[in-house]
């Protein structure tokens, strides 16, 4: 199974190449997404941390 490609993967980057986006364009807005679920994930820990200290 690891060796398998997702196919809803596969047909995402397709209709975004069939848009006009670049391999680049698709990376870079991946890693913005993922860099934002991240701090929004750190955020919330950080929050929850804070009001268990009052």
């Known amino acids: ?3 398998m490609l997702d196919q809803e ?3 995402l ?6 848009l006009g986006l670049t ?3 698709i ?3 991946l890693y913005k997404e993922q860099e ?3 701090k929004k994930t ?4 950080v929050g929850n941390t ?3 200290r009052v």
């Open 1 to 3: 199974m690891e060796g």
């Open 42 to 45: 750190m955020n919330l820990s």
């Open 13 to 18: 980057i397709l209709q975004a190449k069939h």
């Open 9 to 11: 993967w596969i047909k």
């Open 27 to 29: 990376r870079k807005f």
């Open 50 to 52: 804070q009001k268990s």
């Open 36 to 38: 934002s679920k991240t």
């Open 23 to 25: 391999i680049e364009e």
